[in-house]
């Protein structure tokens, strides 16, 4: 049998690897459609721009998973706040030297009637890309839906990235994606 697969998403594909699967699905007429990495305003490392800027070139949408940064952007953990279990260990280490992009989280939040994490999910939107914040309840689902609907300013946008790049801390890259 052929022809039963039209298109392909990949994940965790580091930029050289996303080339060459695209370049190989493409000779055999099979599009790559999405590639799913770890993709928010703490784990903007050199792959995920260089990952995003193959993504924007070749017409592959980029899924960002754990836009909150496994809960970092959420607006409800403190170094003296922490979640229970080994998140606790990372949040220990990376908490401390995310105070300049909180503070900015918090200060568009409030101007703008939202909350952190949808600003946080809406800044993702904002760069391209369909976040996948995971959720536990409900209640973070409807909070999510509050991220649609309007976007980050130009002004936010940038405030948003100087602050990301002033917090000293950042999100660990992800130990499976590929290179």
Known sequence: MQGLVQAVGVSNYGPKQLVKIYEYLKARGVPLC??????????MGE????????????????ISYSPLGLGML????????LPRGPRAILFRQILPGLEPLLRSLK?????RSKTVPQVAI????CM???????????KQAQENL????WRLSTGELLQLEYAARASPRKMIQNVFQTR
């Open 107 to 111: 200060e568009i939040a409030q101007k």
């Open 34 to 43: 999405s590639a799913q990495v770890q993709f928010s305003l703490i784990s």
């Open 47 to 62: 792959n995920q721009r260089e990952i995003k800027t193959i993504c924007d070139s070749l017409g592959i949408r980029l």
């Open 122 to 125: 809406n800044w993702c939107i």
């Open 74 to 81: 959420s607006g409800k953990y403190s170094p003296t706040k």
């Open 128 to 138: 391209g890309t369909v976040p996948i914040p995971g959720v536990k309840t409900v």
């Open 146 to 149: 509050g991220s649609l609907g």
